[in-house]
């Protein structure tokens, strides 16, 4: 073949070419020779001499494809309804492959001259321009298409709706289609889809405007109808679930039939009809299935609702309300010594319960989370009387302390851990976690005090845990206690080797710790104290050395929180007794004599009379000294008391609780007293290092700014921030601007 432009007769070769066009079309019998001399034929016209013949053939071509298709029109239109959809479907496949053939024939047309004429990709993108202007020529495979869109679907689109619509909605009563009637179904609703996928932009016009708005218009009144059957026929429970049923068997048949795009349109107009009409009835039944726990009937309620907007709301507030109230009705009216346990250990088995049905129910959902977190919050703060304070700060530590001290009935050591764990759970829950702090600190310093923590590791993981929920600056204090004990054991070591090295010896075991004042839980002795001879030289030697270890720092002997170790060696059997200083010195008064007055004694301790009645009364109590008068409520001065000379033990070592460390109500309160001092200060600070920075800023934005800032260790009143701030201007540090009184400004 020559690619030199030459002489054409245009009627001789179109004759030829129009009869392979013909049989292309119709996906006839072309040998090769003949398809490959209709390239020549369609190149030579492009390019033929002295007039390119190009749009001569375009024009042809489109007039024979016309007469095709509207012959193809009255083919299809001559047959029976029954056979509508088939012949179509049919002439539609044979078409549209010999289209795709016929493209590929007049390749060097379409490249070459028409693409030449052709607006740009981004003229008919972002332009103006559109397919369907007259002067817009179009590629061989796009003008074919337009030609059945033009000639076949739009004379035929009533008909075709109403037997598409018709086939779909016998597939939707369960009359079963064959399976030739289903792919025909899909296929005529596909060439909706085909013949304008050419198009740079609203390729699915045609199949929005011919079948899908139609379609869901039918679909919406379908359900419409079905929902108020339903309703009648079915309590709400089987309601939802025939509601879920129809969805997915109506997600089903939009793949079955379907173009992509319109899958979400038509479960939103399954779900606008069968549910969100229908919104009250279901938010009714609400109220029921969460008081009853029906976690089927939640599960459908939730697999319906969280596609309707604002459709969760309802069951949300319910499932929260209840919650609360399960969790209040589990730690209402605790009694017994184990409250603590009882408070703590109930309130995860709520959240541990609801947690569960909120990740299988409710599929973790956000909304449910957000509701089961204020739900617990709500029952760790309330407050059954709101004139004390909440307790579940204090329970919380207590239960802690239970878990970490000593005790034959603590559990394996990952048993502890696991619900030292947990314990975060309800931590998290506390609003008023200084409150919290403050407790666990002083059962901290009387476990560490007294010797008496199971594991150190164990303490050490739980502050460490408190830090990753709070923050280093809360367990700071913590940390620092642990860090006095490491440094007490280092002073020890250094106090008796240096006793070894002068020789000096002190007659017993001494040991001590140092604490730091701003780390440790204020302790002030509540009595005052007279050491025992035995022990005079031990504390006036250590002292000494302290002094000259560090000089210019002083020590306050807190001697309600010692303890030591006596033995008795008057009776028939040695015992091994520990018990508090106190105690101690009591009991060593009678190292000369067997029998003295309560006079004598106080006397020799030097002990008020409050700390001297509990601390003989604990002694009397323990059998340990007798009372020769009658019984009486307080001792008298003239009381004789005496060692009880047959005592006997089952064990020869063991421990006498020193009764002046158990919590009491008065110390219960000193601790609140304590931590509402602390929180004026941290909110003095706060309130400086905003305005600080702000420089000048009006009431409310600053009441603002302290709460957000406040929030993780407690949540102020706003009285409590008030009041600080008149406190600050009282200080100068702060002052009203002259322009107004709601505004203050940080004076530097």
């Known amino acids: 073949m020559s690619l030199k432009p030459k002489r054409v007769d245009f009627t001789t070769t179109w004759a030829d070419l129009k009869e392979t066009v013909k049989g292309v079309v119709t996906l006839g019998n072309v040998p090769h020779t003949i398809w490959y001399n209709r390239f020549s034929d369609v190149y030579s016209l492009c390019v033929a001499y002295p007039e390119p013949l190009a749009e001569k053939l375009y024009q042809e071509t489109k007039k024979f494809l016309e007469e095709h298709v509207k012959s193809l029109f009255i083919q299809v239109n001559g047959t029976s309804e029954e056979q509508l959809l088939t012949v179509y479907y049919t002439l539609w496949q044979q078409y549209s492959q010999g289209m795709d053939y016929l493209h590929k024939l007049y390749s060097y047309l379409n490249t070459q001259h028409i693409k030449k004429q052709k607006a740009s990709d981004a003229e008919l993108l972002y332009g103006t321009l559109s397919y369907e202007s007259p002067e817009q020529m179009k590629e061989i495979g796009e003008l074919g298409l337009d030609l059945w869109k033009k000639y076949m679907i739009e004379p035929l689109k009533a008909d075709l709706l109403r037997l598409l619509l018709g086939g ?31 198009k740079k932009k609203n390729t699915l016009e045609l199949y929005e405007a011919v079948f899908e708005g139609p379609f869901l218009e039918a679909t919406g009144e379908y359900y419409k109808q079905e929902a108020s059957r339903l309703l009648q026929e079915c309590t709400i429970s089987l309601y939802m679930e025939k509601v879920l049923q129809r969805r997915d068997e109506e997600d089903l048949r939009s793949r079955k039939f379907l173009h992509p795009s319109s899958y979400s349109k038509v479960r939103s107009e399954c779900e606008k009809r069968m549910v969100a009409d229908h919104l009250a009835a279901i938010h009714n039944e609400c109220p029921t299935m969460v008081q009853q726990e029906l976690q089927q009937d939640l599960r459908n309620a939730y697999a319906l609702l969280k596609s309707i907007p604002g459709g969760l709301t309802v069951l949300v507030s319910h499932v929260m309300e209840h919650i609360k109230q399960q969790g209040l009705r589990t730690v209402t009216n605790l009694s017994g010594d ?398 009203r601007t002259p322009n107004s009184t709601d505004e203050y400004s940080y004076v530097a």
Not at 170 to 183: A, H, P, V
Request: glycine fraction near 4%; include cysteine.
């Open 338 to 735: 184990n409250i603590a346990v009882q408070f703590v250990e109930g309130m995860l088995s709520v959240h541990s319960k609801y947690k569960e049905i909120t990740n299988t129910v409710f599929s973790n959902d956000q909304l449910f989370s957000s509701a089961l977190d204020m739900a617990c919050a709500a029952v760790v703060n309330h407050r059954f009387n709101t004139k004390q304070n909440c307790r579940s700060p204090e329970l919380l530590a207590k239960y802690c302390d239970t878990l970490l001290k000593k005790s034959t009935k603590g559990g394996s050591d990952t048993e502890v851990d696991d619900k030292l764990t947990q314990c975060i759970t309800v931590f998290k829950y506390i609003d008023d976690k200084d409150v919290y702090q403050a407790f666990y600190s002083r059962k901290l310093a009387h476990r560490l005090i007294s010797q008496l923590s199971q594991s150190m590791d164990a303490e050490e993981a739980m502050i460490n845990r408190l830090k990753q929920a709070c923050g280093y600056e809360f367990t700071n204090k913590l940390h620092r206690m642990f860090t006095d004990m490491s440094v007490s054991s280092d002073l020890n070591n250094k106090f008796n080797l240096l006793n070894k090295d002068r020789m000096i010896e002190l007659g017993l075991n001494f040991s001590i710790y140092v604490l730091q004042t701003g780390a440790w839980p204020r302790q002030v002795c509540p009595t005052d104290f007279a050491v025992p001879q035995e022990l005079e030289k031990s504390v006036q030697e250590f002292e000494d050395f302290y002094r000259l270890q560090f000089n210019g720092r002083k020590l306050a002997w807190l001697h309600h929180l010692s303890y030591g170790e006596l033995k008795l060696n008057y009776l028939k059997k040695r015992y091994f007794i520990t018990m508090g200083t106190f105690q101690m010195a009591m009991l060593l008064v009678f190292q000369e004599t067997n029998s003295v007055t309560c006079g004598e004694l106080m006397e020799a301790t030097k002990l008020n009379s409050d700390q001297f009645q509990k601390v003989l009364q604990s002694l009397v109590d323990s059998k340990l000294l007798a009372v020769t008068s009658d019984t009486v409520e307080v001792f008298q001065p003239s009381t004789v008391i005496s060692l009880n000379m047959d005592y006997s033990n089952k064990r020869t070592k063991f421990r006498i609780n020193n009764t002046i460390q158990k919590e009491t109500v008065q110390e219960t309160e000193t601790t609140h007293s304590s931590v509402n001092e602390d929180r004026k200060m941290y909110l003095q600070a706060t309130i400086v290092r905003i305005m600080k920075s702000r420089k000048i800023l009006r009431h409310m934005v600053l009441i603002q700014e302290v709460l957000s800032q406040s929030q993780p260790r407690f949540a102020p009143p706003i009285g409590m921030i008030k009041k600080c701030i008149e406190t600050l201007i009282d200080k100068q540090y702060l002052e």
């Open 168 to 198: 779909i909605h016998c597939d939707r009563t369960g009359q079963s289609l064959y399976n030739e009637k289903s792919s025909t179904i899909q296929g005529v609703i596909q060439s909706f889809v085909s013949v304008e996928e050419y």
